[in-house]
């Protein structure tokens, strides 16, 4: 009898007769033996079709195939040492659903342009398959990590009627009779939660209309963004080098294939063990002019900055009190010197730039109302914001972290246009 299985699981069918959906990938032949590269999504399997052992109408229909064309193939499973993935499978039957005319996406090189507008169809490729499989680790890396420190997934609003990380990245659009904006950060809504359940995480999509086009920025990226009561600046840090270890070392152990497929030097990941290495702003603003960059104390780190801070170490590193001036609103300034706040971000090692931005809040009332003044900040918008220093406030923290940087880096990829299944970049939005 035949059983239906997928690729991922021919190991348990070694020596029986299997029928399996998928797809042509390639093909070579010599002759009398056809060589089929056959996927189906959950991996890709060297199928032989020997001319002598097969029907007649096996062997022409195997012939016919195409690039892309769709069957159900059966076949006998065998170990091979000498394919990639261990196996093999002597063909038997060949069972055509659609003939593929003219695929768009061949094997010999294309243009990045040409493949984003065929983002569709490159997806089906063997690397981009290698980068979702290990994106989708990542994230069951992130769910395991919160639920295994007592987190609570919490879902902030998309449309939101203000800001949370500065008005000039705002997508607008109608609420009905009102304004709104999609949302840039749940954090805001989340600092709600954490008085609510403690520690809590979100994981959803956020939007930032910045006319960046670099290979960091996204128009719209899937942020992480965990808020802990009762958790000052120092925790924070500790959490968040927890977590991002946790991450790489889950990859690590559960994407081998996937990280092979991309080429990626995994002893690089493999040195990123807590803890991280911490330095100033003010550290790193000197460390920059020594090095003969040109930037004075109170400006924001630009990519080159960070790449060069960066190369100093094989994990990532936190970049500590950055000027009070140059970040967000809500950030606690340092008691012992208020013109810094209590932030830190991570910048990953290998040039990949800031994966997290976080904070401790400030959790006094008055110093609050007097940043809505500062950052012209309607009170009455954010006066739901207010309530939660006026009704029991508590020194609390959280974080951001970036999926699609992360990802990027992980990975090893040039670019975060391929961390995403259909990324939104400046002036791409097909498909
Ligand atoms: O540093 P950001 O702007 O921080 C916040 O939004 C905070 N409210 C987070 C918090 O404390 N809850 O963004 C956090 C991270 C960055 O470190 C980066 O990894 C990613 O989000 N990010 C982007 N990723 C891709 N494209 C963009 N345009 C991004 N902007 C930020
Ligand atoms: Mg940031």
Redesign the pocket.
């Known amino acids: 009898m035949t059983t239906t299985c997928v690729i991922r699981d021919v190991n348990r069918h070694v020596g029986e007769e299997v029928r399996i959906g998928g797809w042509l990938h390639n093909k070579r032949s010599s002759g009398k033996i056809q060589f089929l590269q056959l996927r189906d999504g959950t991996g890709f399997i060297q199928g032989v079709v020997v001319k002598s052992e097969v029907p007649e109408e096996v062997w022409e229909a195997a012939k016919s195939l195409t690039q892309e064309s769709s069957l159900y193939f059966t076949g006998i499973v065998r170990e091979e040492p000498r394919s990639k993935s261990g196996y093999e499978m002597t063909v038997t039957g060949v069972e055509i659903i659609q003939l593929t005319e003219d695929y768009p996406i061949t094997p010999k090189e294309h243009g990045v342009d040409f493949l984003m507008d065929h983002r569709h169809l490159w997806l089906r490729a063997p690397r981009q398959r290698a980068i979702l499989t290990i994106r989708a680790e990542i994230i069951r890396a992130v769910q395991q990590f919160f639920d295994e420190h007592g987190f609570t997934l919490v879902d902030p609003p998309i449309l939101t009627p203000s800001s ?2 500065g008005t000039t990245e705002l997508f607008h659009t109608k609420y009905f009779e009102e304004d709104a904006f999609l949302t ?4 805001l809504y ?1 600092e709600a939660a954490a008085m609510a359940l403690n520690k809590v995480y979100s994981f959803g999509p ?1 939007f ?1 209309a ?1 006319k ?1 086009k670099t290979r ?4 719209e ?1 899937w ?1 992480i ?3 802990m009561a009762f958790v000052d600046h120092e925790e924070n840090l500790r959490v968040q080098e927890q977590f991002v270890a946790h991450i790489v070392q889950s990859v690590l152990k559960n994407c081998r294939a996937e990280l092979d497929t991309l080429g990626r030097d995994v002893s690089k990941l493999e040195k990123v063990t807590a803890p991280f290495p911490r330095i100033t702003y003010d550290e790193a603003i000197q460390f920059l002019q020594e090095q003969g960059h040109d930037i004075p104390w109170g400006e924001d780190f630009g990519a080159p900055h960070e790449t060069a801070i960066a190369e100093k170490y094989e994990t990532p590193v936190f970049i500590t009190h950055y000027p009070t001036s140059i970040k ?1 609103f809500y950030m606690k300034p340092d008691p012992n010197r208020p013109e810094v706040v209590l932030c830190a ?2 910048i990953a090692p290998e040039g990949y ?7 401790q809040r400030i959790d006094d009332p008055e110093l609050m109302e007097e940043r809505f003044r500062e950052h012209e900040l309607s009170d009455e918008a954010y006066q739901w914001y207010l309530d939660l220093r006026k009704y029991g406030s508590v020194p609390h923290s ?9 990802v990027a880096w992980i990975c090893g990829l040039e670019h ?1 246009r391929e961390t995403i299944p259909f990324p939104r970049l400046l002036y791409r939005l097909y498909p």
């Open positions: 949370c990380e840039q950060s749940g954090q989340m956020t930032r910045e960046s960091r920025h996204l128009i990226f942020m963004e965990p808020e967000a971000d991570m730039g800031e994966i997290i931005g976080g904070s959280g974080f951001g972290l970036g999926l699609e940087r992360t975060v």
